[in-house]
């Protein structure tokens, strides 16, 4: 079982970034995606979920400007970043669930910078 993080990478303020999560090793399209995000000397942030049935939903912060979706024939979930700022700076994981399976990624470093 294996989940990768990947797309990161250094962006200024107001740009765009497209995270990717891809699976293997299970079932991909019957476990729901969430998206976190951890800064250092901060405790890991939820971020994003989409459902099996494509349902997003999204934490306040991040709202109208993130969109998390699902692609279940590559088996990933993709996370469009949009006017970024400094304060979303963090590693991005993502997390699969599907009852008391729950598998994470390595994490994938956005930085944003002025």
């Known amino acids: 079982v294996q989940l990768v993080e990947s797309g990161g990478g250094l962006v200024q303020p107001g740009g765009s970034l497209r995270l990717s999560c891809t699976g293997s090793?299970?079932?991909?399209?019957?476990?729901?995606i969430d998206w976190y995000r951890q800064s250092p000397g901060t405790q890991r942030e939820w971020v994003a979920t989409i459902t099996t049935s494509w349902q997003p939903n999204y934490v306040d912060s991040v709202e109208g400007r993130f969109t998390v979706s699902r692609d279940n024939g590559v088996r990933s979930v993709f996370l469009q970043m949009e006017r970024l700022t400094p304060e979303d700076t963090a590693v991005y994981y993502c997390?699969?669930?599907?009852?008391?399976?729950?598998?994470w990624g390595q994490g994938t470093q956005v930085t944003v910078y002025s």
């Open positions: 997390r699969a669930h599907y009852g008391r399976d729950e598998f």
């Open positions: 090793g299970f079932t991909f399209s019957m476990y729901d």
